[in-house]
């Protein structure tokens, strides 16, 4: 991420999961795999995924095949990314598009944190809120 970013520009966040290669997951035909990966960030209100046709041709080709997409409609501000598979995939970049304090004035620029998740194997959760086919038990 950037020490600061410039309203209404495109910027990067970097995700780095590393992991043991060496660990594997039960993969759908029930024998032992690669692990997926998966990672979301949080960002303040305002900023959100940034658009095909801003993205430079650099960023469009580190994101190529990755997709990153919104949590929801309502929350544009977090990113989703995953499963995908992890031995190709132990670096996301996350294209995000800043806001524009010119054409939303709730918008102020200050010091904002990020927050950054990731998540390595299996039992991750659906950007719809559904739990993947192997975390479907919980604890009472």
Same mark, same amino acid.
């Given at each position: 991420?950037?020490?600061?970013?410039?309203?209404?520009?495109?910027?990067? /966040?970097?995700?780095? =999961?590393?992991?043991?290669?060496?660990?594997?997951?039960?993969? /759908?035909?029930?024998?032992?795999?690669?692990?997926? +990966?998966?990672?979301? +960030? =949080?960002?303040?209100?305002?900023?959100?995924? /940034?658009? @095909?046709?801003?993205?430079?041709?650099?960023?469009?080709?580190?994101? @190529?095949?990755?997709?990153?997409?919104?949590?929801?409609?309502?929350?544009?501000?977090?990113?989703? +990314?995953?499963?995908?598979?992890?031995?190709?995939?132990?670096?996301?970049?996350?294209? =995000?598009?800043?806001?524009?304090?010119?054409?939303? @004035?709730?918008?102020?620029?200050?010091?904002?944190? =990020?927050?950054? $998740? /990731?998540?390595?194997?299996? $039992?991750?959760?659906?950007?719809?809120?559904?739990?993947?086919?192997?975390?479907?038990?919980?604890?009472?």
């Amino acid at each position: 991420v950037p020490q600061a970013v410039l309203p209404d520009t495109v910027f990067e /966040a970097v995700v780095n =999961i590393p992991y043991d290669t060496k660990v594997q997951q039960v993969t /759908a035909s029930g024998t032992p795999g690669p692990l997926n +990966v998966g990672a979301v +960030v =949080i960002l303040p209100e305002g900023f959100k995924l /940034a658009p @095909k046709g801003r993205m430079s041709d650099e960023l469009k080709a580190k994101t @190529k095949g990755v997709f990153v997409q919104p949590y929801s409609k309502t929350r544009p501000n977090i990113l989703v +990314v995953g499963p995908i598979l992890g031995e190709k995939n132990r670096e996301v970049t996350f294209p =995000i598009l800043a806001p524009d304090p010119a054409q939303d @004035k709730s918008v102020h620029y200050l010091n904002y944190p =990020i927050y950054v $998740g /990731a998540n390595r194997g299996r $039992g991750q959760v659906y950007p719809s809120g559904e739990k993947s086919n192997n975390n479907t038990f919980t604890s009472t």
